[in-house]
């Protein structure tokens, strides 16, 4: 089993920075690719980003290429998502996941660990 933590979320202006945090504890050398989904009140879970197990390919959704990034310290085991210029379409619960096989794909249900989320609100 993995078990993921994730923090760092609150309340920010549009215009402003946030850096979210997952701490990722028990088998984590199962694990390969780490990634970060969000889910807005009425919406489905979307993908935002995704990294591989050295850190050296990472993946974003078009809409935060360039204002989000991705990155993980495996000697901490925690991976984090820098996010810059947010917006109040950034609004959002976001939860850290992670594959034994997967760190690009969309599709939530190819993610066998979810950490409990962390809300992100943006103000305009």
């Known amino acids: 089993q993995v078990q993921l933590v994730e923090s760092g979320g609150g309340l920010v202006q549009a215009g402003g920075s946030l850096r979210l945090s997952c701490a990722a504890s028990g088998r984590t050398l199962s694990v390969t690719g780490m990634t970060w989904f969000r889910q807005a009140p009425g919406k489905e879970r979307e993908f935002v980003a995704g990294?591989?197990?050295?850190?050296?390919?990472?993946d974003y959704r078009d809409s935060v290429k360039g204002r989000f990034t991705i990155y993980r310290d495996n000697a901490k085991n925690m991976v984090y998502l820098q996010m810059d210029r947010l917006t109040p379409e950034d609004t959002a619960v976001y939860y850290c996941?992670?594959?034994?096989?997967?760190?690009?794909?969309?599709?939530?249900?190819?993610?066998?660990?979810w950490g409990q989320g962390t809300q992100v609100t943006v103000s305009s």
């Open positions: 990294i591989s197990m050295s850190g050296g390919n990472t």
């Open positions: 996941a992670a594959s034994r096989m997967f760190y690009r794909s969309r599709g939530a249900r190819d993610y066998g660990y």
